[in-house]
């Protein structure tokens, strides 16, 4: 969130209006970013997201980091049933 900071805060801020919608709160809102500023991290956890990322600069590492994630997602996280309509 380095020098476009504001702009990512401001795609989460207009997201939580789509957040509210009961298909796509099971999509995780995960932030992935160069800065590691504790200001940037609580404001991304205020405004809903459910993960927050510092980008490693080394690109093996950020692959490992994201396969991490991608698992956790998919394997250890229990989402909610869909509803019939």
């Known amino acids: ?5 504001s702009q990512g805060i401001l795609l989460i801020e207009d997201s939580a209006e789509d957040y ?6 099971t999509i995780p809102m995960v ?4 800065s590691a500023q504790p200001y940037d991290i609580d ?3 205020q405004l809903g997201a459910n993960s927050y990322m510092v980008k490693p600069v080394d ?4 692959r490992h980091a ?7 997602w998919f394997s ?9 309509p």
Do not use: A, H, K, N
């Open 59 to 62: 690109f093996e590492r950020l």
């Open 43 to 45: 404001v991304c956890y």
């Open 31 to 34: 932030v992935v970013t160069t």
């Open 66 to 72: 994201l396969e991490l994630l991608r698992r956790y």
């Open 20 to 25: 509210q919608d009961e298909r796509v709160r």
């Open 76 to 84: 250890v996280v229990i989402l909610p049933q869909r509803r019939s």
């Open 1 to 5: 969130m380095e020098e476009s900071g």
